[in-house]
């Protein structure tokens, strides 16, 4: 049996509607925590909180292949977190934004606390 709302009891459609369709900030967060979900790409950007690093660097410090560190550094350049930038025949890669390195640091030390 089908219950129809009571007249002056009408729902408002409009916030069931957005309820479906996330806010674009929220959004926007997803797709950021999405780029940064993966232990490399976690590791790329502690050592980048210290400061440009060329990718040799980086493989050094993370002690996985110059592929994967390139791979993942693709990644995060696409989502806008590393920015690339040539020195001679090098390139160094930093973040694009401060506040990453604070969300992942207190992430990492989060997870070591529990």
Same mark, same amino acid.
């Given at each position: 049996?089908?219950?129809? &709302?009571? !007249?002056? #009891?009408?729902?408002? #459609?409009?916030?069931t509607d957005r309820q #479906? $369709? &996330?806010? @674009?900030? =929220?959004?926007?967060?997803?797709e950021l925590l999405r780029?940064? @979900?993966? &232990? /490399?790409?976690?590791? +790329?950007?502690?050592?980048?909180?210290?400061g440009r690093r060329r990718? %040799?660097?980086? /493989?050094?410090? =993370?002690?996985?292949?110059? !592929? =994967?560190?390139?791979?993942?550094?693709? /990644?995060?350049?696409?989502?806008? +977190?590393?920015?690339?930038?040539?020195?001679?025949?090098?390139?160094?890669?930093? =973040?694009?934004? $401060? %506040?990453?390195? %604070? +969300?992942?640091? #207190? @992430? +990492?030390?989060?997870?070591?606390?529990?």
């Open positions: 049996m089908a219950t129809h &709302p009571a !007249p002056g #009891d009408r729902q408002d #459609d409009s916030h #479906d $369709e &996330p806010h @674009a900030d =929220l959004q926007a967060a997803s780029a940064l @979900a993966a &232990p /490399v790409r976690l590791g +790329i950007v502690r050592e980048l909180a210290g990718v %040799h660097e980086l /493989v050094d410090a =993370l002690g996985v292949s110059q !592929p =994967l560190v390139s791979q993942h550094l693709r /990644v995060l350049r696409t989502s806008r +977190i590393v920015t690339a930038h040539r020195r001679s025949r090098e390139i160094e890669y930093s =973040l694009t934004d $401060e %506040h990453i390195a %604070h +969300i992942v640091l #207190d @992430a +990492i030390r989060h997870a070591g606390e529990a």
